[in-house]
Nanobody, 123 residues
């Protein structure tokens, strides 16, 4: 499975961005799609996930109510709508895919990773 993420950029605090992730290859065995982020000097952390078939979603507490993850099965794409952005949201955002079932949102539960897209939120 190959993942291609895009949509990052520079935005002022309170602004919005929409990230996209296009999947290709053997996607039939993908059960969960997720977004992670890594800020400078910090470890990569979970942001949001969506089940590929049922559409169930799960969010990190830090983004709940501001970010929305969605999918388009026909387009093999996943999106992350980010509203009311804060400077602490500044990070490289990664799209990821997991063959395992729903429930484990740790880094090692995801098998495939995109290249990352930089989001910078200015204060």
């Amino acid at each position: 499975v190959q993942l291609q993420a895009c949509g990052g950029g520079l935005v002022q605090a309170g602004g919005l961005l929409r990230l996209s992730c296009a999947a290709s290859g053997d996607t039939f065995n993908v059960y969960v799609m997720g977004w992670f982020r890594q800020a400078p000097g910090k470890e990569r952390e979970f942001v949001a996930a969506i089940s590929w078939r049922g559409g169930t979603t799960y969010y990190a507490d830090s983004v709940k109510g501001r970010f929305t993850i969605s999918r388009d099965n026909a387009a093999l794409s996943v999106y992350l709508q980010m509203d009311n952005l804060k400077p602490e949201d500044t990070a490289v955002y990664y799209c990821a895919a997991a063959r395992r079932g729903w429930g484990d949102f740790s880094n090692w539960a995801f098998d495939y990773w995109g290249q990352g897209t930089l989001v910078t939120v200015s204060s």
